[in-house]
């Protein structure tokens, strides 16, 4: 039963569908049509008004025509009016100019009358002036003599001053030649001193030459100081620590070195003749008490020269007189690049030459540099 049922509401709803679908297509042919309609009609009022529109625009430019006509009339009109008024604006302009005329010729005649009274007036002080200036022009006149006067005493004073200072010149003359003499004199005097600053040059040089002497004869054997030209013998090789007893094992050693080293001070004649002392110095580290180290370098240095001494080297070629012993404690370490004491090199006996006025050589040496 319920199928049924179903089946006729379907086929109604089919049905009811069917005549909305056929009524909107009616009310879609009435709308088309009512557009084609509508269209026709409006073509139409179209194609009239286009037919009117052409009538009004032929008798727009009719009318145009007489305007541009009727505009180049008034244009006419209007420049002949134009013209009429500037004429009488300048036949007016020209009365008021007349007019004024008059007033300016009366008002300078009057001005003229008045003028002819200053100039009266300016006459008769000019009289006046005239009479003033004639008594200052005499009065100028007196000035003017005495400046003459003056200028003639100036005159003479200059003429004085010439002679003065042609005097001068002379003198001046005489001083330059005096001053060339002078200049002769002391081109001559450093001349000289050139002279005997190569002579001093060359004995302050004497001292270069014994330490290029000792480095030619001693070579890589034992370190020489490239200033001083000291040799420098290390404390460990020569001491146990803290002794200044010389160890026998030293002895061989130190006297081939010390021989060699004054060979090579006494083979030049020149170098001989200005040797003066030979200085054996004992050096310490800074570790101990600086008169511990003073006591300790002393006597390392005098066991050194008491050793040197016995030598027969020492005897033959009378050294006795020129070894002199000196302790300098821990006074000139060796110290690296960054200033840090190197304590093993600071332990060191130095023996070193000193010649005859080295003290002034030095002292000339600074003052040529």
């Known amino acids: 039963m319920f199928s049924k049922r179903d089946g006729d509401a379907e086929t109604n709803f089919w049905l009811s569908y069917a005549d909305l679908m056929a009524g909107l297509l009616f009310v879609f042919i009435l709308l088309i049509g009512a557009i ?30 007489e305007l541009k006509r009727l505009q180049k009339l008034l244009a006419q009109r209007s420049a002949e009016l ?20 008059i007033i300016n010729l009366n008002n300078i005649l009057l001005s003229q009358t008045t003028q002819l009274d200053s ?3 300016k006459i008769i002080i000019l009289q006046n002036l005239l009479q003033k200036s004639d008594a200052t022009i005499h009065t100028q006149r007196k000035k003017l003599q005495e400046y ?48 005997q600053r190569a002579k001093i040059k060359s004995l302050t040089g004497i001292k ?11 070579k890589d054997k034992v370190r020489i100081d490239p200033k001083s030209g000291a040799l420098e013998l290390a404390s460990n090789i020569l001491f146990d620590k803290g002794s200044a007893h010389l160890k026998e094992s030293a002895k061989k050693e130190l006297k081939a070195l010390f021989i060699e080293y004054v060979l090579a001070l006494t ?28 006591n300790l370098s002393q006597k390392r240095a005098f066991a050194v020269m008491r050793y040197l001494l016995t030598l027969e080297f020492t ?3 009378h050294l006795q007189e020129l070894l ?24 060191r006996i130095v023996i070193k030459f000193q010649l005859k006025n080295d003290d002034a050589m030095q002292e000339i040496e600074k003052i040529l540099e």
Do not use: C, F
């Open 36 to 65: 084609i309609v509508k269209s026709t009609l409006l073509k139409s009022n179209l194609a009239n008004k286009e037919a009117s529109l052409r009538n009004s625009n032929q008798q727009v430019s009719l009318r145009d025509r």
């Open 82 to 101: 134009n013209a009429t008024q500037h004429n009488l604006r300048i036949s007016k302009d020209a009365l008021k100019l007349k007019t004024k005329e």
């Open 119 to 121: 100039y009266t007036n």
């Open 148 to 195: 003459n006067n003056s200028v003639y005493l100036l005159s003479n004073t200059l003429t004085k001053k010439e002679q003065q200072l042609k005097l001068n010149n002379e003198k001046l003359l005489t001083l330059l030649e005096a001053l060339n003499q002078k200049e002769t004199q002391y081109d001559a005097l450093v001349a000289k001193l050139q002279a």
């Open 208 to 218: 270069i030459k014994v330490i290029g002497a000792l480095k030619a004869i001693l």
């Open 267 to 294: 083979s030049n004649p020149t170098i001989a003749k200005q040797l003066d002392r030979i200085v054996i110095e004992g050096h310490t580290d800074s570790d101990g008490g600086y008169l511990y180290n003073l």
């Open 315 to 317: 005897k033959q070629h």
């Open 324 to 347: 002199v012993a000196s302790g300098r404690s821990y006074l000139d370490p060796v110290r690296d690049a960054q200033g840090v004491e190197q304590k093993d090199a600071s332990r």
